[in-house]
């Protein structure tokens, strides 16, 4: 029987109606925005003259106050809430992209569900990125917050941790620096690094663990192991530029890694590494274990 045409389109718009009535944290796979703060390095700014300091919609909120203002205009003012699931956040499946310039001292954990981690869950196809000539600085230290940046040099600036198999990230054109580790990929995770930059990250600037996989493209993984503060020089935990451990493995493809305290490269475990058109030079020792 042939269902008239005006059926189908009744049917349609009640499907759509049904689907836009679903909270919207149950939506996979959406994208939603982040305004990168560039008012000042007051945290507890967060109110500022419509269009200034990073409000890329205009609303005159930025950091906490743009995460919580309404649930449906899906525009953050931190990466920590618009990765969540709240105020229809990617619930750690989707594209979060950072739409203006600006610092975010704030460690990304994607180690939900992994071990007694409180961290974000993975449960898909996880894009962080720059938008095309933004600037964001994933960066530990913040002038005139001494105790907040003595304990994010503790951690790592972006952790991503899962059992699964069947998961990834995908890093694009982020800045990344004065952390523990810029990068830490534990467990099974799939990692995808593209134009990203690591600097003074005093273990290693990108680390891969356990039986991850990590491949970089186009990144400057630079000057691991180094850091200066008021207090003087950190002393290097040792300063990697790339590790690789345990079963992990990974490719370099178009990377400059120079500078570092340590090894350049490093691959102390069995996984398999591939090295192809890279810029390795003026490290320790540019390259250190298997390949």
Request: aromatic share 4%; net charge negative; proline share 4%.
């Amino acid at each position: 029987m042939k269902v008239p045409r005006s059926h189908t389109i009744r049917a349609l718009a009640l499907a759509a109606a049904a689907v836009a009535l679903l909270p919207l944290q149950a939506r996979a796979n959406h994208p939603v925005l982040v305004e990168g703060n560039n008012a000042g390095n007051d945290p507890a700014v967060t109110t500022v003259p419509p269009g200034t300091g990073g409000d890329f919609d205009g609303d005159g909120l930025i950091g906490t106050a743009e995460d919580t203002d309404n649930a449906t205009d899906r525009v953050f003012g931190t990466l920590t809430a618009a990765l969540g699931s709240a105020n229809g956040g990617a619930n750690g499946n989707g594209r979060v992209t950072i739409v203006t310039s600006g610092r975010f001292p704030e460690a990304i954990d994607l180690s939900g569900g992994a071990g007694a981690s409180t961290g974000q869950t993975l449960n898909g196809v996880l894009v962080i990125e720059a938008a095309p000539g933004v600037v964001a600085n994933i960066d530990a230290v913040l002038a005139g917050d001494a105790a907040g940046t003595t304990a994010r040099e503790a951690l790592p600036g972006i952790l991503i941790e899962t059992a699964q198999t069947d998961r990834a990230v995908i890093l694009r054109n982020l800045v990344v620096r004065n952390w523990a580790y810029g990068l830490l990929v534990r467990g099974g995770a799939r990692v995808t690094v593209e134009g990203c930059k690591f600097d003074s990250n005093l273990a290693a600037n990108v680390s891969a663990e356990d039986r991850a996989r990590l491949t970089m493209t186009e990144c400057s993984i630079s000057a691991g192991g180094m850091r200066f503060t008021a207090a003087g020089k950190a002393a290097p935990d040792p300063g990697n530029g790339v590790e690789f451990e345990d079963t992990a493995g990974g490719s370099l493809f178009r990377c400059t890694v120079s500078s570092n305290t340590a090894a350049g490269v490093l691959n102390t475990g069995t996984g398999r590494v591939r090295l192809l058109e890279n810029n390795v030079f003026d490290n320790g020792i540019d390259f250190r274990g298997r390949f």
